[in-house]
């Protein structure tokens, strides 16, 4: 795959394409608008990635998805059928307000993202990296103490397309386990929280999914 697909052009969207496009994937990107009307400011802030139609970007294989969650239901579940989907957002009440449907405690809102987009393969991963740190903090596979993200999802398959991204963008994937498991790792948690290499990482993971904490 050398082409990936980006919904939102924010902070994240556009971190995510400069971080991807430096590690030679080709990029579309798009908003709700039409891409005519992001074109100049996609040129500027992610110079060589190409602003297109949400369809366009929704139709690769790999879509990264990073509107704000509130919009989660402006997305058109359709565009991602069949897609490998990276779900970057978090539920952030203060930003987004109480949204019910991410006040179920036995539910990451990841999952909630699952449901609603029932026919792709949702992978929960680059959510806890902040935007500017996603272009500082990488590092070539194999160098000590390379930091680790974690990626949780229900598909194999696209958790191996997402790992093989995660590392092409820098940092060591590690596979929390199902997209349940994404609970350990959304705002308010010590995953969340820091920045880990991946043995840190994976012990933090095994902490919090012992039985009694999912
Ligand atoms: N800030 C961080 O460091 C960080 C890190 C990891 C994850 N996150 C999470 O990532 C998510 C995005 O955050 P952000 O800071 O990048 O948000 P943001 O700066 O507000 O950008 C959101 C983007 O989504 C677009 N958008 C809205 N609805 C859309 C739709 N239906 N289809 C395509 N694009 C759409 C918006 O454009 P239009 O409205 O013009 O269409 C905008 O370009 C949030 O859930 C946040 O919690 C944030």
Redesign the pocket.
Known sequence: MTTIGI???????TAVARQAMKAGYDVKI????PAEE?RMIVDIVTPGAQAVE?SEAASQELVIL????H?YR??DPELLAGRTVID???Y?AP??GVIADFEQADLGSSEVIQQYLAESHVVKS???????ELEEDDQPSGAQGRRALALAGDDARSKAVVAEFIDRLGYDAIDAGPLAAGRAYQPGTDIFNGSHSAEQLSALLEAALQPSHV
């Not at 680059?126 to 935007?131: A, E, K, P, S, V």
């Open positions: 919904l939102g052009a924010g902070r994240v969207g798009a908003t709700a608008k992001i949400a990073a509107v704000p969650l919009k402006t997305v970057v957002m978090n952030w930003v987004d680059l959510n806890h990296i902040g935007y500017h």
